[in-house]
């Protein structure tokens, strides 16, 4: 089982950058395909991004492909969601979680494993 703490949330100006860490903790997080998700309030989680196990490929939703980029740091078993040209529609708690399938997906049901979030704010 692995536990899963993200960081680095706050409040920006729009066009501003943020980076969100999540450290995981329990077991190597390149045994997972790690998943980026986040919340906006009175909306469904939706899925933001996901770097897979071993390549480390990567798939990012449409409304911040070219924005955002998702990594990983092994050594620190940390994964990273570098985000940049914020918007404020990007305002949303983001979470990170852990798939045991190679790939990860699209979807909550496809992640086992979900830290508690860490809230985004930007400000027009």
């Known amino acids: 089982q692995v536990q899963l703490v993200e960081s680095g949330g706050g409040l920006v100006q729009a066009g501003g950058s943020l980076r969100l860490s999540c450290a995981a903790s329990?077991?190597?997080?390149?045994?997972?395909?790690m998943g980026w998700f986040r919340q906006a309030p009175g909306k469904e989680r939706e899925f933001v991004s996901v770097?897979?196990?071993?390549?480390?490929?990567?798939v990012y939703a449409d409304s911040v492909k070219g924005r955002f980029s998702v990594s990983r740091n092994a050594a620190k078993n940390t994964v990273y969601l570098q985000m940049n040209s914020l918007k404020p529609e990007d305002t949303a708690a983001y979470y990170c979680?852990?798939?045991?399938?190679?790939?990860?997906?699209?979807?909550?049901?496809?992640?086992?494993?979900w830290g508690q979030g860490t809230q985004v704010t930007v400000s027009s």
């Open positions: 329990g077991r190597t997080l390149t045994s997972y395909a």
């Open positions: 770097i897979s196990r071993g390549s480390g490929s990567t």
């Open positions: 979680a852990a798939s045991t399938s190679y790939s990860g997906g699209y979807s909550r049901s496809d992640y086992d494993y």
